[in-house]
C-alpha cells in the first residue's frame, strides 16, 4: 500500500514570495491533515479536511495560509507571502475515516520550508 | 497550560538500559493517546497506542496509562542505537484531533 506522498520535499524561498505544497494521501482516506512542526517542536494542526469539506481550520493563519482539497483527494497548501516564521516542516497525514477516537493518522515525509 | 506535555530531554540512555519517557495532558476527557517516533529529518511514525488503564507491551516497548492522573508514559527496554529518536506523545483531545507534546530526544550510547 502506498502511503502519503507529498512534494517538494525541500524549498527555499525569500521572505515576500509564496509557495505551494502538495499531498496525495493514501488511497480510500477520507480525512487529511495538514500539520507545522517548527524545528524543536511538535507538530501542529493547521487544517483537517473531512472529504474535500473543511472540518477544523482554527489554527491556519488565514491572512496568508490557504488550503483546498478538490474532490476528495489530493490537497494544495498555499502561503502568500511568506515570512521568516514559516520557517519550518509541513506534514501532511491522512486517516481512513476522521471520525474514530482511536484512528491512526499517517504522515507523509514532509515538505522541509526555510524562508530568507 | 500546554494540552500535552512531555518530560524534557534529551535523554542519554546506555545499549541495553531501559529509556523511560513521560507525558502528561490537560484534556480528562481524553481517551487514545498514541507514540510516535521521529528520525532526524524524517516524518513521524506511530509505535504504539494505548486507550484504556495499565500497561500494554509490543516487543520492547511498553506504553502505560493512568487516566486518573492524567499521565502516560513509554518504557523502551533493552535499548539499541537504532532506538535513537525523538519520540512524540500525541493525545486524541476532542474531535477526533490529536495534539502533540513538544517530543523527547533518545540518544542511546554504544
Known amino acids: 500500500e502506498a502511503g502519503v506522498a507529498q512534494s517538494p520535499r525541500y524549498k527555499i524561498i525569500e521572505k515576500r514570495q509564496s509557495v505551494a505544497f502538495w499531498c496525495n494521501p493514501i488511497?480510500?482516506?477520507?480525512?487529511l491533515y495538514w500539520y507545522q512542526q517548527i524545528l524543536g517542536q511538535g507538530p501542529k494542526l493547521l487544517i483537517q479536511f473531512q472529504n474535500n469539506g473543511v472540518v477544523d481550520d482554527s489554527q491556519l493563519p488565514k491572512d496568508r495560509f490557504s488550503a483546498e482539497r478538490l474532490k476528495g483527494v489530493d490537497s494544495t497548501l498555499k502561503i502568500q507571502p511568506a515570512k521568516l516564521e514559516d520557517s519550518a516542516v509541513y506534514l501532511c497525514a491522512s486517516s481512513l475515516t476522521g471520525t474514530g477516537m482511536r484512528e491512526t493518522q499517517y504522515f507523509g515525509p514532509g515538505t522541509r520550508l526555510l524562508v530568507l | 497550560q500546554k494540552e500535552v506535555e512531555q518530560n524534557s530531554g534529551p535523554l542519554s540512555v546506555p545499549e541495553g538500559a531501559i529509556a523511560s519517557l513521560n507525558c502528561t495532558y490537560s484534556d480528562r476527557g481524553s481517551q487514545s493517546f498514541f507514540w510516535y517516533r521521529q528520525y532526524s529529518g524524517k516524518s513521524p511514525e506511530l509505535i504504539m497506542f494505548i486507550y484504556s488503564n495499565g500497561d500494554k507491551e509490543d516487543g520492547r516497548f511498553t506504553a502505560q496509562l493512568n487516566k486518573a492522573s492524567q499521565y502516560v508514559s513509554l518504557l523502551i527496554r533493552d535499548s539499541q542505537p537504532s532506538d535513537s529518536a525523538t519520540y512524540l506523545c500525541a493525545v486524541n483531545i476532542r474531535d477526533y484531533k490529536l495534539s502533540f507534546g513538544a517530543g523527547t530526544t533518545v540518544t542511546v550510547r554504544a
Open positions: 488511497s480510500g482516506h477520507a480525512t
